[in-house]
């Protein structure tokens, strides 16, 4: 079997498992194949936290949750040094961001120094203690989330560290149909205990699903399409001098490089090898939704980062 074809089966057992997110299920496995990390903002129990956990389940590697809190300390996720008695010497115990999949459950909740900390990680791919640097493993992802509904004694992340997450995905509640299986699934499960997953993942499949992601075919004209969306959101005014009113600053080159990832990495879950205009456009949201600051005007009116990006993807044609 294909990799494409098993990382297939993979959604759809996921898609079981977890009921009514399928657009979190596949944002979670383009993450994985894009070699990156995933910000997760929705209210509680909309399975957040079971999704990272179950697709853990399918993996060959260690999962760890942080929940963050203010009272958190940076050693509390990256470890610290313990003096050793016997030896008289300092030795580093590692923390939980030494683990596969690690998700930093509600990070807002923690302070800028437990989030730099764990920033420090996901774009260095290290932990840095004293005077010594400590490399993660090569299979690493962060799964973050935050609670939109509260906002008491939390600790909103500033956009640059924003920048960091490879997509930052909304989620809402699931729909009366998908809400009937949730109750149907809970009861079986509480009544039989969870299935085993069945497809297991190594990290040496990982790291070979993501090398045919990468020669994914790109045709010169989606490139550009590409490339004229994430440039649009910094010069919106060539478009639409309304954009330009709503937009303060546009997506980095850090976009760029994500939406380019994300684009190749749907298209091979989806079977394809290449690389199509609705690839882009459908990733384009969850891309730049964290990229894009908009003005004080544009929030005074309600305007929101997801109709900026539409008003985009309204204005920027597909030309060959």
């Not at 853990?56 to 760890?64: I, N, P, R, V, Y």
């Not at 894009?292 to 985009?312: K, N, Q, S, W, Y």
């Amino acid at each position: 079997m294909s990799l494409q074809n098993t990382f297939g089966e993979l959604r759809d057992q996921l898609a079981k498992r977890i009921i009514g997110q399928e657009r979190l299920v596949e944002r979670l496995l383009i993450a994985l194949l894009a070699d990156g990390h995933l910000l997760v903002e929705g209210a509680p129990g909309l399975a957040k936290t079971t999704a990272i956990k179950a697709l853990a389940d399918h993996l060959e590697g260690d999962f760890h949750r942080i929940q963050f809190t203010p009272d958190l300390l940076p050693s509390d996720v990256t470890g610290s040094e313990i003096y050793r008695a016997e030896t008289g010497l300092f030795e580093f115990q590692r923390g939980p961001i030494f683990h596969n999949l690690v998700l930093a459950d509600e990070i807002n909740r923690a302070p800028a120094k437990v989030q730099s900390a764990l920033l420090e990680a996901m774009g260095e791919r290290q932990i840095s203690v004293g005077m010594q640097t400590f490399p993660l493993d090569k299979l690493f992802m962060v799964m973050a989330t935050q609670n939109p509904i509260e906002q008491e004694g939390t600790y909103p992340l500033p956009e640059a560290q924003l920048d960091r997450f490879l997509m930052h995905v909304v989620i809402d509640y699931p729909d009366a149909e998908s809400e009937r299986a949730i109750l149907h699934l809970a009861r079986n499960d509480y009544r039989q205990g969870q299935p085993k997953a069945d497809i297991r993942l190594s990290a040496e499949e990982v790291f070979a699903a993501r090398s045919e992601v990468a020669e994914i075919y790109m045709a010169e004209a989606v490139e550009k399409y590409l490339l004229a969306l994430v440039l649009a959101s910094r010069d919106a005014a060539s478009l639409d001098p309304e954009l330009a009113r709503w937009t303060a600053f546009g997506a980095s080159p850090r976009g760029t490089i994500a939406l380019d990832r994300c684009a190749r990495a749907l298209a091979w879950l989806d079977g394809r090898d290449y690389v199509t205009p609705d690839d882009v456009r459908s990733m384009a949201f969850d891309v730049l939704r964290h990229r894009i600051l908009l003005t004080f005007e544009a929030e005074a009116e309600g305007m929101t980062a997801d109709t900026v990006i539409e008003r985009l993807i309204d204005r920027v044609p597909v030309t060959a």
